[in-house]
Each structure stands twice: as structure tokens, then as C-alpha cells.
């Protein structure tokens, strides 16, 4: 090996440890400066406590949704909520006419809601209307018919296929349903006092004229 080649390979070797050690500083200034610029992103406390408040409220609301939703939105013992129906037009009412909930205090208000593709509000309908025919003398009882989801035309035809003469009209928008419960399934009975209080909840038909009379008998009798 000539001195020339020697002297090349010497001082190869003379600078790896000048290399190694300045690979070493790279690496620790890339460190430290990610570690500055992790410091940096971090979000202040007030702001943390902020986003969590927010969260959490956002969790709250959804809780309370679904719990309401799961359960309603009135309860008996609970004043029923304000609502207007608009009946069907007639001769006598060419645009239909309002009938406000607030309109019937002092007396007694049965509000059904049916369908007419609804099997079970069929089996109801009939004692529905002797009940209606029973009370109406009185006037202190009021029966409201509210159709849910449904077309003009039939509701129409399955009012006459049953005689039906209380007071009915559409469920505009399911507005009113869903003031009474956001689940709602036909048929549903909402019966309420003379105060506005809601009194009973009826899930399903009714199975007799009797049952509907039970229940609306003791609201009149109260002193």
C-alpha cells in the first residue's frame, strides 16, 4: 500500500466521529424543535375548558332528546299542549274552520288520533261515535279527531263508512302529534280535563263504549 493511500484511508476515519457527532446534533435539534412546536399546538386551558363544555352540553341534549323521545312529550297530570285543529271543509265551512284547544276549557276533550289505513282505529270507530252521541247532548264534552298521515279523499270515505259526526280534521304537517308524542302510533287517545290537564293516555283502541265512558264519567262527577 503506498504512503498516499494509507494517508486517504486515515483520514476517512478521522471524520466519521466529526460526521457521527454532527448527525447526533441534527437529531437533537429535530427533537427539541418538535417538541417546541408540540408546545406551541397546545391549546390553552380556558380553551380546552371551553370545547369540553361545549361537548358535554351537546352529549346533555342529546340525552334528554332521546329520554323524550322515548317517553313523550306529556304525561297525565300535565297541562296538554296548546293546539289548533282545522276541521275538514264542509258546506257550512267552505275553508274549514279552528278549533283551539284553549277555545274548550270547562269542558271535557277527547283527542283521538286514527288513520284510515289503520286496521285497529277501525275496530274503535264505532264506539267512538256512540260515545260521542251519548255525551253530545250534554256539551260538556267535546270529541276532536285528528288525522295522521293520511289522504284527504280517504279520510273522508272512512268518516262516512262509520257515520263519524264529531269533530275531525287533518294532522297538518303532524304538528299536533307530535306535540303529544313524537313516537305516536294510531290509534291514540288523549283525554283531557276541564282545566286543560291531560288525565289519560289510551295506546291502542278502545274495546268498548264502556271503557271510554269509564274514564270520562269520573271527570265529569268531580265537585
Known amino acids: 500500500m503506498t504512503e498516499k493511500g494509507f494517508q486517504d484511508r486515515s483520514s476517512s476515519k478521522e471524520n466519521l466521529p466529526g ?19 408540540s408546545s406551541k399546538r397546545t ?3 380556558f380553551v380546552q375548558g371551553v370545547i369540553w363544555v361545549v361537548v358535554l352540553g351537546f352529549l346533555v341534549f342529546l340525552a334528554t332528546g332521546l329520554l323524550r323521545a322515548q317517553k313523550g312529550i306529556v304525561a297525565i297530570g300535565e297541562p296538554a299542549p296548546e293546539f289548533v285543529l282545522t276541521t275538514f271543509a264542509d258546506d257550512q265551512y267552505p275553508q274549514g274552520r279552528d278549533i283551539a284547544l284553549s277555545d274548550l276549557r270547562g ?24 260515545a260521542w252521541r ?14 295522521y298521515v293520511d289522504t284527504e279523499p280517504e279520510a273522508r270515505a272512512y268518516l262516512a263508512k262509520f ?4 269533530i275531525n280534521g287533518p294532522d297538518l304537517g303532524t304538528r299536533i302529534s307530535q306535540l303529544f ?22 295506546i291502542g283502541p278502545f274495546v268498548s263504549v264502556n271503557e271510554i265512558k269509564m274514564i270520562i264519567d269520573p271527570l265529569l262527577n268531580r265537585e
Open 163 to 166: 257515520d263519524i259526526t264529531y
Open 107 to 130: 269542558k271535557v276533550v277527547v283527542v283521538n288520533f286514527w288513520a284510515s289505513w289503520c286496521k285497529p282505529c277501525e275496530s274503535e270507530a264505532p264506539d267512538l261515535e256512540e
Open 181 to 202: 308524542n313524537r313516537n305516536i302510533g294510531v290509534p291514540e287517545t288523549y283525554i283531557i280535563d276541564q282545566d286543560g290537564i291531560l288525565q289519560n293516555i289510551k
Open 134 to 147: 251519548f255525551y253530545e247532548p250534554r256539551g260538556d264534552v267535546v270529541f276532536l279527531g285528528v288525522d
Open 19 to 37: 460526521d457521527m457527532t454532527s448527525n447526533n446534533t441534527d437529531a437533537g435539534n429535530s427533537e427539541q424543535e418538535f417538541d417546541n412546536n
Open 43 to 45: 391549546l390553552p386551558p
